[in-house]
């Protein structure tokens, strides 16, 4: 079971962009697949995307022209950019070890960001 | 407006069972593996269940998935208060992952 630590600003303003970094730590980003995952307050669960080690993406329809997920192996990292930010996207991101069509089997502990000027 | 249906609150008291339906169609449940989720209050979604039945390590037999058709439930024996939780339904519809609006779980 590995873990993983979302980083990244608690706050973003409108129209900027969100960056978040998850580490991966006690196995390989290598062979898996790695999602994010976001939860406005008070609400359910919406995934964002997903990338290979490879670096081969997946992203939700509904963000797709908003969303870029990279990996950087040497690192053991991958990230997310979210352009063009409102209040909506206001949530707590979660990294996660995806099994696609099996299920999300490791997830980060989560990280609030608010948007607001 | 979730892709998968389930109901927003049950309840039963400790040492009870209860269970927790999820419903979708043909083009999510009836044709991938169902998932399911414990979310704590205040912590991060934990893996219940996967490919509709498996238990993770570390997962008590007390908690159980099972599918039919296009609707999945998620069983939990022996209640206790610490199974105080939302817990959520997932699945895959048309390369998307989807899930359920989620049911909070109340041990009376």
């Known amino acids: 079971q590995v873990q993983l630590q979302e980083s990244g600003p608690g706050l973003v303003k409108p129209s900027e962009t969100l960056s978040l970094t998850c580490t991966v730590s006690g196995g390989s980003i290598s062979s898996y697949y790695w999602s994010w995952i976001r939860q406005p307050p008070g609400k359910g669960l919406e995934w964002i995307g997903y990338i290979y080690y490879s670096g081969s993406t997946n992203y939700n329809p509904s963000l797709k022209s908003r969303v870029t997920i990279s990996v950087d192996t040497s690192k053991n990292q991958f990230s997310l950019k979210l352009s063009s930010v409102t209040a909506a996207d206001t949530a707590v991101y979660y990294c996660?070890?995806?099994?696609?069509?099996?299920?999300?089997?490791?997830w980060g502990q989560g990280t609030l960001v608010t948007v607001s000027s | 407006q979730s892709v998968l249906t389930q109901p927003p609150s049950v309840s039963a008291a400790p040492g009870q069972k209860v269970t927790i339906s999820c419903s979708g169609s043909s083009s999510n449940i009836g044709n991938n593996y169902v998932s399911w989720y414990q979310q704590l209050p205040g912590t991060a979604p934990k893996l219940l269940i996967y490919d509709n039945n498996k238990r993770p390590s570390g997962i008590p037999d007390r908690f159980s998935g099972s599918k039919s058709g296009t609707s999945a439930t998620l069983g939990i024996t022996g209640l206790q208060t610490g199974d105080e939780a939302d817990y959520y339904c997932g699945t895959w519809d048309s390369s998307l992952r989807v899930f359920g609006g989620g049911t909070k779980l109340t041990v009376l």
């Open positions: 996660a070890r995806d099994e696609p069509i099996r299920g999300v089997m490791d």
